[in-house]
């Protein structure tokens, strides 16, 4: 008898246990169902429309964003370099290659939350495209970093992970047909403060 | 030994039972995230203010932001309103280099969005109204609703947002008049 409530109890304990972790650790998880990945970077093209899966609904009700809408523009995020490493605050990287066709876009370091990284300057840790300096055909060299460097700088500061958002406004892209011939710019470590 | 293993067999059962509930409870539990969140931004937003009232986003207007907002080179505000009691008109002054719009359902999900390039002379001037007051408003067109654009939702409860770029810092008291000048009235009709 005892034996039979014990056994009950560890199904209980299984199902409630199990099935609450698994839907927070699912939503907790950066990646998840409806992405599109293009190089290390990726996008929710679906998020916060009644399209969406239950996944990203309910990452949208707990989280309480108001997700960008197709005629807004689409994000991506990074979390790893080229070499798959994750990003960090205390190396600096280099953000090269052609981007795609948008009115404009912005890039931006993010902490885990992805609020923009604190500088504690008045800089922001955020470029968009109007002020850039562009190569000869059209491509883009953004170095990452604490230090100043010639060309275009992106500020960043502190320590621990970090994150990349690129958000393309006005863009052709943000309709799904769009995104299968897309390339994004590479994102390569050039360093780390020790 | 026969005793062990009926154990054995038992406690196997259990857990299997456990996992195929856990199962079910991850199912459930999934869907009942957005009915029961009182995180999401419609919760947010009438903690802090009042329906038809514009209320910043950003941290720019002093203090956290409400709903954890967007760009850091972006402005937006975002005023809730309630179709059952009529359409709600929005209007913003001024000239940004861009602006959007997204006009969302009660659990936060996009339903439509447009920017300055769908406006007639990139005047920010919308309404949004169920299919049965479009069909009441077609009947007789007010002359000062000719220019804005019209947003047919099927819906009662919604949140309208404005986001605009700042491109520099030059912009910031600029794009933040607009914001702070637009409104989000009942429209009597």
């Known amino acids: ?194 | 030994m026969r005793n062990v293993l009926a154990t054995l067999r038992r406690l196997f059962h259990a857990v299997l039972l456990g996992l195929v509930g856990a199962g079910i409870v991850h199912i459930v539990v999934l869907l009942l995230v957005p009915e029961f969140s009182e995180r999401d931004a419609w919760s947010r937003l009438s903690m802090a203010s009042d329906l038809y009232r514009m209320n910043r986003l950003d941290a720019e207007a002093g203090g956290a932001p409400v709903v954890k907002s967007v760009d850091p080179l972006f402005y937006a505000t975002a005023c809730r309103f309630d179709l059952e009691e009529g359409m709600v008109r929005i209007k913003a002054p001024g000239n940004v280099p861009f602006w959007s719009v997204s006009v969302y359902d009660r659990n936060g999900h996009n339903i439509y969005s447009f920017n300055d390039h769908t406006a007639t002379g990139g005047k920010l001037d919308a309404v949004v109204l169920t299919p049965a007051q479009m069909i009441d408003v077609r009947k007789d067109l007010p002359e000062d609703l000719q220019g804005a654009i019209f947003v047919e939702a099927p819906i009662d409860e919604g949140i309208f947002v404005i986001r605009s770029f700042v491109p520099d810092d030059s912009w910031k008291p600029i794009v933040s008049r607009f914001l702070d000048q637009s409104s989000c009235e009942l429209q009597d009709f």
């Open chain 1, 1 to 194: 008898m005892l034996k039979n409530a014990f056994l009950m109890l560890l199904s209980l304990a299984i199902a409630i246990g199990g099935g609450g972790a698994s839907v927070w650790y699912a939503l907790k998880i950066q990646d998840g169902v409806g992405a599109i990945r293009i190089g290390q970077w990726t996008a929710f093209p679906d998020i916060g429309t009644p399209a969406a899966d239950p996944y990203s609904k309910a990452r949208v009700a707990r989280e309480g964003v108001l997700a960008l809408g197709r005629a807004e523009g689409l994000s991506f995020v990074a979390e790893n370099d080229a070499a798959g490493d994750q990003l960090k605050r205390e190396c600096s990287y280099r953000i090269e290659g052609g981007f795609p066709t948008a009115r404009f876009w912005t890039l931006y370091a993010a902490d885990q939350s992805l609020g923009v990284v604190e500088t504690g300057k008045p800089r922001l840790a955020a470029l968009q495209s109007y002020q850039l300096l562009r190569q000869a055909d059209n491509s883009v060299t953004i170095s990452v970093g604490h230090h100043p460097m010639p060309g275009n700088w992106l500020l960043t500061d502190g320590s621990g992970r970090m994150y990349f958002v690129l958000t393309f406004y006005d863009t052709p892209i943000a309709s799904s047909t769009g995104l299968s011939d897309v390339s994004l710019p590479r994102i390569v470590k050039a360093g780390c403060d020790a």
